[in-house]
């Protein structure tokens, strides 16, 4: 029985997930080791790991970092709370937020402001949602599931509005927004999803190659990597087996048992070097290589922050 690996693209770091690492590296450049950064950069732990070797000092509260000292805010956002707290301990701020979080965040400010309730559909303890929250906390409501949607009260439903957390599965949210639009017939919305490009593209990605014939899906990236869990669930509901794993030591071999073509790809976090680790010791097995071998070409592009742009 032959057997196949196949490269999927666009699979690995999305425009904001560079702009982040970039940045931490920048810094670093320019005024040296330490620089903190409150919470991971971005969710992977081979990210996070390579920084710290580098000099970034990672912190749960910006209370943490010293006084003065310069504080880079991760990708996924933070509530209006953090900037205070680093304001009062007159801390230097390079924010790092994702610009498709912020355009979240800011719809967040404008439907509250105009006095509606806000529906975010999203997990409630992912770092991104708690961000997004903290912009009107007392005019937020999570909604985590069809379940939650169903049973969600508002004070008013002729003032409702609608945001999600940028990295969940497409289907999913989809199912969600559903309830809510029969049960809000009022309820407004952003003109264009707020699920990013790159989890909605590597999304299709993994149901194409499933569709095609892949048998097993294998998505590189961390534990706690919202868009890179919700590849794995696109997967198995697609019909293939899946498997999350960190890096090629949690391959496990007896996945491999009776599969004719496996389809490797990553998550949006997750470095290309770990991809191929993972693809070599599939050559290794017995696999032939193919598929993409450029990890994306999806052509978007974040500026820097202003803060570290040293050309316009």
Known sequence: ?????????????????????????????????????????????????????????????????PEGETIILSAHGVSPEVHRVCRERGLRVIDATCPLVSKVHAEVRRYAGR??????????????????????????????????????????????????????????????????????????????????????????????????GADLVLVVGSRNSSNSNRMVEVARSSGAASYLIDNVGELDPTWLEGTRRVALTAGASAPEVLVQEVASALVASGYLRGGEELPSAEGVFFRLPVEVRTTS
């Open 1 to 65: 029985m032959s057997t196949e690996l196949e490269l999927v693209a666009p699979r690995g770091y999305c425009a904001g997930v560079e702009r982040a690492i970039q940045t931490v590296e920048r810094v670093l450049e320019e005024i040296g080791a330490p620089v903190y950064v409150r919470g991971e950069i971005v969710h992977n732990t081979h990210v996070v790991s390579t920084l710290r070797a580098k000099g970034a000092i990672f912190v749960e509260r910006a209370s943490e970092v």
């Open 115 to 212: 006095g509606a309730t806000v529906l975010l559909v999203g997990h409630a303890d992912h770092e991104e949602v708690v961000g997004t929250r903290g912009e009107a906390p007392d005019a937020v409501i999570v909604v985590e599931d069809v379940a939650g949607a169903e049973t969600v009260e508002v004070p008013d439903p002729e003032r409702v509005a609608l945001t999600t957390q940028t990295t969940l599965s497409i289907d999913d949210t989809a199912a969600i927004v559903d309830v809510l639009k029969r049960r809000f017939p009022a309820l407004a919305g952003p003109k264009s999803s707020d699920i990013c490009y790159a989890t909605q593209n590597r999304q299709d990605a993994v149901r194409a190659v499933v569709g095609d």
